[in-house]
């Protein structure tokens, strides 16, 4: 089992900047892929930005250029820095880990974390 901890959400302006957080954990052998996805209101969820612990990273097309996924392996932390943030990118944010375990690899998720962008 692994349980992912979200922080740092909240409320911006336009143009503003936030940075997310998700340190997981729990009785896994390694944590493979990490990720944020997201969600609005009456929208699909949809990929934020993902990373492998080779620190290959991979953007949705709407955040290239403004967002920065990173990672420290060792306490299987990962972070989001939001720059040039708009209201579009209003929605709640989860983190997502791929773990193996003597079961196999599982995905978990967060509860996810509120964005708000507004004048």
């Known amino acids: 089992q692994m349980q992912l901890v979200e922080s740092g959400g909240g409320s911006v302006q336009p143009g503003g900047s936030l940075t997310l957080s998700c340190t997981g954990s729990?009785?896994?052998?390694?944590?493979?892929?990490m990720g944020w996805y997201r969600q609005a209101p009456g929208k699909e969820r949809e990929l934020v930005a993902t990373?492998?612990?080779?620190?290959?990273?991979n953007y949705g097309d709407t955040v290239k250029g403004r967002f920065t996924i990173s990672r420290d392996n060792l306490n299987n932390t990962i972070y989001l820095q939001m720059n040039r943030l708009e209201p579009d990118d209003s929605a709640v944010y989860y983190c997502?880990?791929?773990?193996?375990?003597?079961?196999?690899?599982?995905?978990?998720w967060g509860q996810g974390i509120q964005v708000t962008v507004s004048a």
């Open positions: 997502k880990a791929r773990a193996y375990a003597k079961e196999g690899p599982t995905d978990y």
């Open positions: 729990g009785t896994v052998f390694l944590v493979d892929i």
């Open positions: 990373i492998k612990r080779t620190l290959i990273t």
